[in-house]
């Protein structure tokens, strides 16, 4: 007799439907559409690690872009000052403040960026910084012509120790034991670096502290002042970093003038012989490029990593800039004067991560943005990547 379908038995039901699968005692339906998901899952797997693999690509450009033209920038401004009898500084620096004014306008007309445009109401309230920020470039300039390039970078950590007593006495931030121990090492290393140094130059190093004092006023001053600045942009918020390269540089323009007069350079300028060299034309004109780019280099490499890694990376390319010095500029040292700028490079070093650290235990916030604003809050340590570094 033959069984009714409804009587056919399991074996009976797995043998006449392909698509039934036994897990076990159990037997389940398979989708045509399970194999698929698999495959789709897979080429998202790929995709994913592919993305991974250009991220990695990505922030190793963008940090060699930052490193090279970080370290070029120190180098060339140094031997534009100190290897062609160029005696008009201010003169060098008109030039980039105008090179930099005339790229960040041309980069605005293709499209690539926004500026904000002229405002009296920001320039009124912008000025004060602008003045600081040329205090900042000029006494960098001065210094760089005096001083040893290893020199220059062991003593710019001086900065580090104005600015956080200028964080602690107006605005109550405090740090930890390991960010003192640091910055005591600086000090020391520097003091040691100046007493050690076989090109010791009074008048450089005097240069060099003002040149700390100015940047570490314009760390602490600007934070307030871009906070002023908000409720006049057109957006409403702070300016952007390449609007803040555009107004530094263009009102630049009239204190360096008033500079170039005072230390008589609009009438030696003509007379310098330097102008004659096409190789200190070249040398020049690519100094205030560099200064204009490593905004974009700087930028872009903060954009693809942590704060903290963009801290470090600034401190270990000092590094890199001081035993290029010491080798391109031929610079007599000892092994005594040596040890001083390797211990202080070093606890600059060590500074970052110990502030990173310490500040991490003092904000409960997580991410890689909120990284990011924890490494740099403390109102007068923000990262000055919205300047041209010229030099400085």
Same mark, same amino acid.
């Given at each position: 007799m033959k069984r009714p379908e409804s009587a056919k038995s399991p074996r009976d039901a797995e043998a006449a439907s392909p698509n039934l699968k036994l897990r076990g005692a159990d037997v389940?339906?398979?989708s045509p559409r399970d194999g698929q998901a698999k495959d789709a899952s897979k080429e998202v797997n790929?995709?994913?690690?592919?993305?991974?693999?250009?991220?990695?690509?990505?922030?190793?450009?963008s940090g060699l872009l930052y490193i090279s033209t970080s370290a070029s920038l120190i180098l060339l401004n140094k031997h534009a000052l100190a290897s062609?009898? +160029?005696?008009?500084?201010?003169?060098l620096l008109l030039l980039h403040c105008l090179l930099a004014v005339f790229l960040v306008k041309m980069f605005e007309v293709v499209g690539w960026i926004k500026l904000e445009p002229l405002k009296w109401s920001i320039i009124k309230i912008w000025f004060p910084v602008n003045l600081l920020f040329v205090g900042m470039i000029v006494t960098s300039f001065f210094s760089l012509k005096l001083i040893g390039v290893a020199m220059f970078t062991l003593l710019?950590?001086?900065?580090?120790?104005?600015t956080i007593i200028g964080d602690?006495?107006? +605005?109550?931030?405090?740090?930890?034991?390991?960010?003192?121990c640091c910055l005591i090492l600086m000090v020391g290393s520097a003091c040691f670096g100046g007493y050690t140094d076989l090109r010791f130059s009074l008048e450089g190093y005097m240069w060099q502290l003002l040149n700390c004092i100015f940047t570490s006023a314009y760390a602490l001053y600007l934070s307030g002042t871009m906070d002023r600045v908000a409720q006049f942009t057109t957006s409403k918020e702070r300016m952007t970093e390449f609007s803040m390269v555009y107004y530094n540089n263009l009102l630049s323009i009239g204190p360096i003038l008033i500079l170039m007069l005072g230390y008589g350079e609009v009438i030696t300028l003509p007379t310098q012989a330097a102008l004659t060299n096409p190789e200190f034309i070249i040398v020049a004109l690519v100094g205030g490029?560099?200064? +204009?780019?490593?905004?974009?280099?700087?930028?872009?490499?903060?954009?693809r990593t942590t704060a903290t890694v963009y801290s470090l990376t600034g401190s270990l390319n000092k590094i890199l800039v001081?035993?290029?010095?010491?080798?391109?500029?031929a610079e007599p040292t000892t092994l005594r004067n040596l040890m001083s700028i390797?211990?202080?490079?070093?606890?600059?070093?060590?500074?970052?991560?110990?502030?990173?650290y310490g500040d991490e235990g003092d904000i409960g916030t997580t991410g890689r943005c909120a990284w990011a604003v924890r490494i740099n809050l403390g109102p007068g340590l923000k990262r000055m990547m919205v300047v041209t570094h010229l030099g400085s």
């Amino acid at each position: 007799m033959k069984r009714p379908e409804s009587a056919k038995s399991p074996r009976d039901a797995e043998a006449a439907s392909p698509n039934l699968k036994l897990r076990g005692a159990d037997v389940l339906p398979v989708s045509p559409r399970d194999g698929q998901a698999k495959d789709a899952s897979k080429e998202v797997n790929i995709l994913a690690a592919d993305n991974v693999e250009h991220q990695k690509v990505v922030v190793l450009l963008s940090g060699l872009l930052y490193i090279s033209t970080s370290a070029s920038l120190i180098l060339l401004n140094k031997h534009a000052l100190a290897s062609f009898q +160029f005696h008009c500084p201010n003169a060098l620096l008109l030039l980039h403040c105008l090179l930099a004014v005339f790229l960040v306008k041309m980069f605005e007309v293709v499209g690539w960026i926004k500026l904000e445009p002229l405002k009296w109401s920001i320039i009124k309230i912008w000025f004060p910084v602008n003045l600081l920020f040329v205090g900042m470039i000029v006494t960098s300039f001065f210094s760089l012509k005096l001083i040893g390039v290893a020199m220059f970078t062991l003593l710019k950590n001086l900065s580090n120790f104005i600015t956080i007593i200028g964080d602690w006495y107006f +605005f109550g931030r405090t740090y930890s034991l390991q960010v003192w121990c640091c910055l005591i090492l600086m000090v020391g290393s520097a003091c040691f670096g100046g007493y050690t140094d076989l090109r010791f130059s009074l008048e450089g190093y005097m240069w060099q502290l003002l040149n700390c004092i100015f940047t570490s006023a314009y760390a602490l001053y600007l934070s307030g002042t871009m906070d002023r600045v908000a409720q006049f942009t057109t957006s409403k918020e702070r300016m952007t970093e390449f609007s803040m390269v555009y107004y530094n540089n263009l009102l630049s323009i009239g204190p360096i003038l008033i500079l170039m007069l005072g230390y008589g350079e609009v009438i030696t300028l003509p007379t310098q012989a330097a102008l004659t060299n096409p190789e200190f034309i070249i040398v020049a004109l690519v100094g205030g490029l560099l200064g +204009f780019g490593i905004s974009f280099t700087s930028l872009w490499y903060m954009s693809r990593t942590t704060a903290t890694v963009y801290s470090l990376t600034g401190s270990l390319n000092k590094i890199l800039v001081a035993v290029a010095g010491i080798l391109l500029f031929a610079e007599p040292t000892t092994l005594r004067n040596l040890m001083s700028i390797v211990v202080g490079l070093a606890a600059g070093v060590i500074f970052v991560l110990a502030k990173a650290y310490g500040d991490e235990g003092d904000i409960g916030t997580t991410g890689r943005c909120a990284w990011a604003v924890r490494i740099n809050l403390g109102p007068g340590l923000k990262r000055m990547m919205v300047v041209t570094h010229l030099g400085s």
